[in-house]
Every structure is written in structure tokens, then in C-alpha cells.
């Protein structure tokens, strides 16, 4: 499990990556908003402590930018004891829990261990981005509350693309993972164009927020944002 610490105090991030490296977790340390950005689009991070206070872009804008993006992973904000607001901000703008500091470290221990939990168990169970939902055990797709019937071949389509939402998906990276079709002598472009026009007919078409874009000549992106 990987956990990113954006704190720009020197002394508190070192004793939270020495003590969470005790732990077992694995521990990087951003010292700004930039820093922490790069990282998260750089690797797989598990969980986010993110502290408040930071020179340059403060904690809740990395946050909402972080929401708006579409990253689903858990974040525990740390914030002062005087900054009552900036924890209802916090909480308001995505964050999923939030420690005041100074805290006791075995505190922090716990947090972090339910949301880890938590968000295992999501991941296992349903996917999410923005209004869109998709359920593995019921094996239902909604939008906006609403209930939509995707074909198998859809429904898998649509897991592969939520599963790395935010990041481009080839027709050839389609064609291998969902159709498994390896031998690109028959090229199936047209049918997974076909699959495309089809899912975004269902999944896009009666809202008014897009989430399924095509890039021309690259592939697509399920996204909150345009790309
Ligand atoms: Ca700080």
C-alpha cells in the first residue's frame, strides 16, 4: 500500500514517512501541491494525507482538483486545531476524513486503516465517476440514479474504460484486453467504433455531462473532463 504525504513541514513529513514506513507502508513525501500532482499522475497511490496549510496552492484546491479530476482515492486531510472552517471545507470539497493536528500517531494508524478498508472493498464491488455507477455484484450500470442496460460486451467495455478513467485507451489496447484480438490483420476498428457509438448512446447521450470522449486518431477517455 502507497501512501503520499503533501506536507510541507520538514520535520512533521519525515516522522510520518519514518513512522507509516514502520508499518509496512510504502511512503512519498510532496512538499507542495506541484510535487504531490506529479506523483499521483506518475504512479499508483493507494491513499493521500494531504495537511492544509501549504505555501502555493493549499490543501482543499489540490483537493477539488483532485475531485474534479476524477481520482477516486481516499484522502485524510490534516488541518490545525483553530481552523474549524477549513475542516467543513475539507469534508465539502471531497476529502474523506480528517485528523486535527497535533494528532496521536495510533490515531492516525486507525484512520488510515478504514479507509484502506473501505476502499478495498469498493473497488471490488462498484466502480464510480461522477453520476455514473457500476455494480459488479448486481452486475448494474446507473446514471444519475437511473438504471441503463448494457450488453455483456458493453458492460465490459465500460468496466475497462472506468477502471482507467482519465487515461487514454487505444482501439489497439480495446482490441487486445476486451476483444482479445491480438492478430492485427483483422483490424476490428469499426467494430469497437460501432461498441463506442453504442455505449455513448446509453451512457452520455440523455445527460448533459459527457464522459465518454473521443480523442482523434488516439482512442478514448472516460473523463469528468474534456480533454
Ligand atoms: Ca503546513
Do not use: C
Not at 485528523?99 to 478504514?114: G, Y
Request: aromatic content about 6%; overall charge negative; charged content about 30%.
Amino acid at each position: 500500500m502507497r501512501i503520499l504525504v503533501i506536507e510541507d513541514e520538514h520535520k512533521v513529513a519525515h516522522a510520518l514517512k519514518e513512522g507509516l514506513e514502520y508499518e509496512g507502508y510504502q511512503v512519498d513525501l510532496a512538499g507542495t501541491g506541484e510535487e504531490g500532482f506529479y506523483i499521483l499522475n506518475s504512479q499508483e497511490v493507494d491513499l493521500l494525507l494531504l495537511d492544509l496549510s501549504l505555501p502555493g496552492r493549499d490543501g482543499i484546491e489540490i483537493l477539488k482538483t483532485i475531485r474534479r479530476t476524477g481520482m477516486i482515492l481516499p484522502v485524510l486531510i490534516l488541518t490545525a486545531r483553530d481552523a474549524v472552517e477549513d475542516r467543513v471545507i475539507g469534508l465539502n470539497s471531497g476529502a474523506d476524513d480528517y485528523l486535527i493536528k497535533p494528532f496521536a500517531f495510533s490515531e492516525l494508524l486507525a484512520r488510515i486503516r478504514v479507509l484502506l478498508r473501505r476502499r478495498k472493498n469498493e473497488d471490488l464491488l462498484r466502480l464510480k465517476l461522477a453520476d455514473l455507477e457500476m455494480d459488479f455484484v448486481t452486475h448494474k450500470v446507473k446514471r444519475a440514479g437511473q438504471p441503463i442496460a448494457l450488453t455483456a460486451r458493453e458492460f465490459e467495455l465500460l468496466e475497462y474504460l472506468l477502471r482507467r478513467h482519465g487515461q487514454i485507451v487505444s482501439r489497439e489496447m480495446l482490441a487486445g484486453d476486451v476483444w482479445q484480438e491480438t492478430n492485427r490483420a483483422t483490424p476490428i476498428d469499426n467494430l469497437i467504433d460501432v461498441h463506442i457509438a453504442r455505449l455513448r448512446r446509453k451512457i452520455d447521450e440523455p445527460f448533459e455531462k459527457k464522459l465518454l470522449h473521443t480523442l482523434r486518431g488516439v482512442g478514448f477517455i472516460l473523463s469528468e473532463e474534456m480533454p
